[in-house]
């Protein structure tokens, strides 16, 4: 009898502290023992101190100003939404300054402002504008009320316990509870989706769950809303589907889906930064409430991995490459990538290449994870992080196309292949397009997004209607257009069926790195195979891109194969006429934003064309048939609110074509300084580009050089594989070898 009562009381005693630890605050992302720990090394950590000090001015100077909750009514841009949004991210940092500095005057800022949005709150309508699929109320958009909920739910876990059982009560039943109901049980064709939108609303009512202690709201944020009540087919403002059949939805799920096992995300690398902080922060949050659940770690630990793939997704500047709707200047310096670094390193592998970008961002998290950053640096254990090659897979399981990336060197030239699936409701219509870079400079370049993001007068910072009409199109992209029209007619249910096939990737030789890729379905009845090489030949001073595009169409066609150069034409190879009057290049399709300033006949079975940008030289050559037009063109036809770039470009025209072949060197070469007024190696030093031999099994490109040198690259149209054994022979003379390629 005795023992059972021990045994009563020992249950009793283990109930009562695990009632005691659910209740522990703050538990999200500070934690109690984290906290100790920072208070214990303040003083002693150089860079965590300096960010603590930036904080903290920041903070007291909005003390100062006062608390402002204005009645919501503009778009992005105006004063009441980014007064709001200053709100929350000024909250969240309060919150934090509360716990490390044990300063009450920054929890009596958090509850003050918490309790004016809950006055606010309780009586507020869906906000006056009424673009967006799903509207909030705070924002015009959900996504931003979404935004709101995740940050303040982080500075109410670092206040909870100072306030009373009273005010909580107040909050969670007039603030909290309703406002986490709005943005998904009243808003489902937000919430239970597959999409960076619905990360952030998974994550905010995930967040505000954990810290509530409230299983129903956190199943919701996990798993999504069983009955949603949405009709399949369904579509956002942008034409992506809301409700797909059998698609599952919540955080879980958008965990699962959208990333391929290297952590690639499918929608490109801008809303892979977006949506990392909400991925990152509510998997850590879970973490540190529910570490059993395994969410940090969900999927072989395909955020941790994700990270490192989006650190390798930035240019030498560490600019993000604008694929699919990116916005060009979005960088590793943002404050997502300081969170995505910092989680990474400290619950990762501490990998001191981590340690390094922290350096550049010169910024740390206020939490343990910053801390752990921090000391790492203080201690001399940064090393630089090194961008190599890479092939990146794209899809849930890694099988619907990819990202192939070749570097030559320290960044010297930077390939970026795109042959991906759709990319959801941001995806362009560009099958085996590319860009390319010198260093952090674009030679060729992928235009991104017509928005102006935040900029009130530009659309509220809304995507304008020139993203569809341009920025989506196939001819807005260095891809293969066919008859002036769109891959898969621009339609999106057919484009997200599809996707590119790897032919082979092969980085192997740091001298010659190749990728090839092919697309069958964007034309149906055609055809394209695409190999692009960077090639490092001792012959040329800087290393080049070699470009072979096949195309098998069981229809004639008039193909357009455009390269959108930035820079000032310097000189060509063939005559052109300019018209005195400018005309769009087409009515659709893009096309009626291309200005024709000027056309021309191809110099007969060897074209090309030069141009200066950024200090650099660089020469498009191109093997060409006489009957090749050669189109100069600018962006900017039919749009009177100025909202595209004036950008240039040069596009390759076959006309009525069937099986043909398009063979091209982008070579770089060559540099002017302003300062010195000194021009070195502004000549190509290609003499001639011909395609000395295709058909179904090979295709072969020769380059000869101003010395008369020549260079021979032979690619495998169909065997592929490494082990493949191959022979050809071109002009009476044999070639055998093995693997994909050939280069001699």
């Known amino acids: 009898m005795q023992f059972i009562k021990v045994i009563t ?26 906290v100790k720990k920072i208070r214990a090394e303040l003083g002693n ?137 709005y943005i998904s049980i009243e808003n489902p064709q937000f919430f239970n989706r597959i999409h960076n939108h619905s990360t952030w609303g998974n994550a905010a009512v995930g967040m505000i769950a954990l810290v509530m202690d409230d299983k129903e709201l956190l199943d919701r944020a996990l798993y999504g809303i069983e009955d949603d009540g949405l009709e399949l087919g369904a579509k956002d403002n942008d034409g992506g589907f809301i409700k797909v059949a059998g698609q599952k939805a919540g955080f879980l799920a958008n965990l699962e889906d959208p990333f391929s096992p290297e952590g690639y995300y499918t929608e490109g690398p801008y809303y892979q930064r977006y949506a990392m902080y909400p991925f990152l922060i509510f998997a850590l949050a879970m973490e540190n409430a529910k570490p059993e659940m395994g969410v940090l770690e969900y999927k072989d630990n395909v955020l941790l991995k994700g990270v490192n793939t989006l650190l390798n997704l930035a240019d030498a500047d560490g600019e993000f490459f604008p694929l699919n709707d990116g916005q060009k200047g979005m960088s590793i310096y943002t404050a997502s990538l300081v969170t995505a670094v910092d989680v990474a390193y400290h619950y990762g592998d501490k990998n001191p290449q981590l340690l390094s970008i922290a350096e550049r961002q010169n910024k740390v998290l206020l939490d343990q994870a910053g801390l752990s950053v921090a000391i790492g640096i203080r201690d001399g ?33 930077t390939l970026v292949f795109k042959y991906t699936a759709q990319g959801l409701s941001h995806g362009h219509y560009d099958k085996l397009s590319f860009s390319l870079y010198e260093k952090g400079d674009e030679v060729l370049q992928d235009y991104g997004l017509v928005r102006f993001v935040n900029i009130e007068q530009k659309g509220g910072g809304n995507y304008l209607k020139e993203n569809t009409t341009w920025a989506k199109s196939t001819i807005a992209h260095n891809t293969l257009s066919v008859n002036q029209t769109k891959h898969f007619n621009g339609i999106y249910e057919v484009g997200s069926k599809h996707h590119s096939e790897l032919h082979f990737y092969d980085d ?56 959108y150069y930035l820079g000032h034409v310097l000189e060509v190879n063939f005559d052109y006429q300019s ?55 600018r962006l900017g036809a039919n749009d009177p609110d100025f909202n595209l770039r004036r950008d240039p470009g040069i596009i390759i025209r076959r006309n009525e074509a069937k099986d043909t072949i398009f063979a091209s060197v982008i070579e770089p070469h060559g540099s002017y300084s302003p300062v010195n007024e000194l021009s070195k190696n502004s000549n190509s030093h290609i003499a001639h580009l011909a395609v000395v031999h295709d058909d179904e099994q090979y295709t072969a490109v020769k380059i000869t050089d101003l010395d008369g040198n020549q260079q021979l690259f032979i690619v495998a149209n169909q065997q592929a594989s490494q082990s493949a054994q191959h022979q050809l022979k071109i002009n009476g003379k044999s070639y055998r070898w093995s693997g994909p390629y050939l280069y001699q």
């Open 579 to 633: 018209p005195v009057n400018l005309k769009p290049l087409g009515e659709k399709n893009g096309y009626q934003h291309l200005y024709l300033e000027g056309k021309g006949q191809a110099a007969g079975d060897f074209t090309q064309f030069a141009w200066m940008g950024n200090g650099k030289y660089y020469t498009l050559s191109s093997a060409t048939q006489s009957s090749d037009e050669i189109l100069l063109t």
């Open 9 to 34: 009381l020992l249950l009793a005693t283990l109930i009562g502290v695990n009632a005691v630890n659910a209740q522990e605050h703050p538990k999200l992302i500070l934690t109690q023992e984290g």
């Open 45 to 181: 950590v150089p860079l965590y101190d300096a960010s603590l000090q930036r904080v903290k001015e920041e903070v007291d100077a909005e003390i100062e100003l006062g608390i402002d909750t204005p009645i919501p009514k503009d778009f992005s841009g105006g004063y009441t939404h980014e007064r709001h949004k200053r709100n929350f991210y000024v909250a969240q940092k309060a919150g934090v300054l509360y716990q490390v500095l044990e300063d009450d005057k920054y929890a009596q800022y958090v509850k003050d402002m918490l309790f004016q949005y809950e006055a606010m709150y309780k009586n507020l309508p869906p906000h006056p504008k009424e673009r967006s699929y799903a509207r909030g109320k705070l924002f015009w958009q959900c996504l931003n009320d979404s935004n709101w909920l995740v940050y303040m739910s982080q500075a109410y876990d670092t206040i909870y316990n100072y306030l009373t059982a009273d005010e909580r009560e107040i909050l969670e039943n007039n603030l909290f509870r309703p406002f986490a109901d």
């Open 381 to 413: 254990k940064a090393k630089p992080f090194v961008k190599h090659s890479i092939n990146l897979s794209d899809g849930q399981n890694g099988d619907q196309g990819g990202l192939g990336i070749l570097r030559y060197g320290n960044e010297e030239l």
């Open 508 to 563: 192997s030789n740091k001298n010659v790195q190749v990728v090839s890729a092919s697309e069958s379905n964007a034309y149906p009845g055609t055809t394209m195979l695409r190999t692009m090489a960077v090639i490092k030949n001792p012959n040329f001073e800087k290393p080049f891109l070699l470009d072979i595009l096949k195309v098998d169409s069981e229809t004639t066609n008039q193909y357009d194969l455009p390269f």
